[in-house]
């Protein structure tokens, strides 16, 4: 049954990431509900159902719209496929457990920052202020051990991004800032120090790919909440098998 299960989650991801795909795109800009049906962004159209199946449409249209022709970004499908794999996974790694309420609100918040930051360049104050109180209500049924631990990580994350910001002066941003706090909150301070390790591994390798590549010189500023969420889906998932790994090195 175990299968049965992992594959609703994988569809649930589909549709679920259909919608985050909305949020991160609207949030910034505009109130999401002005507008209940989805349109297409150049002619302005409202969608049949048809052109609204997850991934399904983007591949039958080619990657563009029905009427004007106009391309569709990728992100959008990714983005969905990423969400329903994303589902699939949590509730393949945790059951049904409190860890499963976690892993879906973090892909819940993650994925529309994502779309967020790579479109408009911005982490949303309203996506921040409105998943903060629903970690701080998981973390006070679910405390860390000690239970300090989540202020610690979170006071941790917040001096060090706040001294980056300082020293390199545009190198990271203020959303960035609340972002790490978050999950500084969230993961407490161990687990933390390896989320800002991996963010940052992950920021310079694609640096580096994308400078072979030859598409970006050293000084484009490239949006970093990308990494960070890739880098808290990592710790998420596998913060305590890499840590204890990497104990063992000095055993
Ligand atoms: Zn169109």
Known sequence: ?????????????????????????????????????????????????????PVWSFIIQRGRCKSCSQSISPLYPIMELATGLLFALTYYLTGFSSDLILGLLLIALIIPVTVSDIAHRRIPNRLLLFFGPLFIIYRIIYPLTPFWDSFLGAGFAFLLVFMIILISKGGMGVGDLKYYTLFGFIFGFSHFLLLFFLSTLYGALYGVVMMKVKKVGRKTKIPFGPFIGLAALTVFYFGDALIQWYLNLFM
């Open 1 to 53: 049954m175990n299968i049965l299960i992992t594959s609703v989650a994988l569809l649930y991801g589909l549709i679920f990431g259909s919608f985050f795909n909305v949020v991160g795109l609207r949030v910034p800009t505009q109130s999401l509900f002005d507008q209940n049906r989805s349109y297409c962004d150049t002619c302005e159209r409202t969608l049949t159902w048809k052109e609204l199946v």
